[in-house]
């Protein structure tokens, strides 16, 4: 019903910066929250940060270096990565909640971006 692209990962030196993207398209009536999510090898998935009309939300280990936000026009959101450190390595995935046309409620998730911070 809705479906997420997501872009931007690659290899970036530590200190350096990434932006990535989240594209959602498909039957959208209102999207209430997007956000990003990581998983790095051999632990749970986590929330980075999270974007709804009443603001925005980070993890404590990025707060300060990632920015989130959102083109509400083009369904997309983005995620600013600065400071990158070699802990941030991870594959990043997008996620959006909301209502179909139909009013039916969703919860769809991307096929993630790999993020890899060399030291």
């Known amino acids: 019903q809705v479906q997420l692209v997501e872009s931007g990962g690659g290899l970036v030196q530590a200190g350096g910066s990434l932006r990535l993207s989240c594209a959602a398209s498909?039957?959208?009536?209102?999207?209430?929250?997007m956000g990003w999510y990581r998983q790095a090898p051999g632990k749970q998935r986590e929330l980075v940060a999270h974007?709804?009309?009443?603001?925005?939300n980070y993890a404590d280990s990025v707060q300060g270096r990632f920015t989130i936000s959102r083109d509400n026009a083009k369904n997309t959101a983005y995620l600013q990565m600065n400071s990158l450190q070699p802990e941030d390595t991870a594959v990043y995935y997008c996620?959006?909640?909301?209502?179909?046309?139909?009013?039916?409620?969703?919860?769809?998730w991307g096929q993630g971006t790999q993020v890899t911070v060399s030291s």
């Open positions: 996620n959006a909640r909301g209502s179909t046309w139909t009013k039916r409620g969703y919860d769809s």
């Open positions: 498909g039957s959208i009536f209102s999207i209430n929250v």
């Open positions: 974007i709804t009309s009443g603001g925005t």
